[in-house]
T-cell receptor
Framework: DAGVIQSPRHEVTEMGQEVTLRCKPI?????LFWYRQTMMRGLELLIY????????DSGMPEDRFSAKMPNASFSTLKIQPSEPRDSAVYFC??????????FGPGTRLTVT | GESVGLHLPTLSVQEGDNSIINCAYS??????FIWYKQESGKGPQFIID?????DKRQGQRVTVLLNKTVKHLSLQIAATQPGDSAVYFC??????????FGKGTRLSVIA
């Protein structure tokens, strides 16, 4: 198995632009998680899905952030408009049970 | 990479020595615990897990100890190697709710 796949690995954009991060979970995993990691706040859970349905989005910072999971093999995290404080590493993780999570390599986002 | 905080606890050990990384968890109802390893520029990687009905579990060169009385978890790495240098996170979970991650500890192995 290729593991969790994320794209792009690096994204540099200007403030105000739309950013879309993509994730392909491990096949057969029913849970998908989006995290953000920064030096100041560590690893934060943004949202998670079970069977493609959003279960808890209380970690999404504000309305500029949205996430979708149109099918079992694909999810997106969108930021519109982006701001410099959104700069972070964004991780996607998937799980069969909701407990043991397998993380992707992350997308390093820089908003200038 | 941007995977660690400026004020992460740091543990420095000599190559070949044993390492012990500690974690205090917050929720007495947590019934599942995981240790993750994060190398620079990579995502967290699952190392070992333990359920609350156990107090010890061993893997390859790693042992996790759980003390529910004082809500303490530790990860022991035997014969620490340079490749063990990373940030280590403990995570706790209750039933089917998402894991809650700790802030992490940086392990530096001195060759």
């Amino acid at each position: 198995d290729a593991g969790v796949i994320q794209s792009p690995r690096h994204e540099v954009t200007e403030m105000g632009q739309e950013v879309t991060l993509r994730c392909k979970p491990i096949s057969g995993h029913d849970y998908l998680f989006w995290y953000r990691q920064t030096m100041m706040r560590g690893l934060e859970l943004l949202i998670y899905f079970n069977n493609n349905v959003p279960i808890d989005d209380s970690g999404m910072p504000e309305d500029r952030f949205s996430a979708k999971m149109p099918n079992a093999s694909f999810s997106t995290l969108k930021i519109q408009p982006s701001e410099p404080r959104d700069s972070a590493v964004y991780f996607c993780a998937s799980s069969w049970t909701g407990r043991e999570q397998y993380f992707g390599p992350g997308t390093r986002l820089t908003v200038t | 990479g941007e995977s660690v905080g400026l004020h992460l606890p740091t543990l420095s050990v000599q190559e070949g020595d044993n390492s012990i990384i500690n974690c205090a968890y917050s929720n007495s109802a947590s019934d599942y615990f995981i240790w993750y390893k994060q190398e620079s520029g990579k995502g967290p990687q699952f190392i070992i897990d333990i359920r609350s009905n156990m107090d010890k579990r061993q893997g390859q060169r790693v042992t996790v100890l759980l003390n529910k009385t004082v809500k303490h978890l530790s990860l022991q790495i035997a014969a620490t190697q340079p490749g063990d240098s990373a940030v280590y996170f403990c995570a706790e979970g209750v039933a089917n709710t998402p894991l809650v991650f700790g802030k992490g500890t940086r392990l530096s192995v001195i060759a």
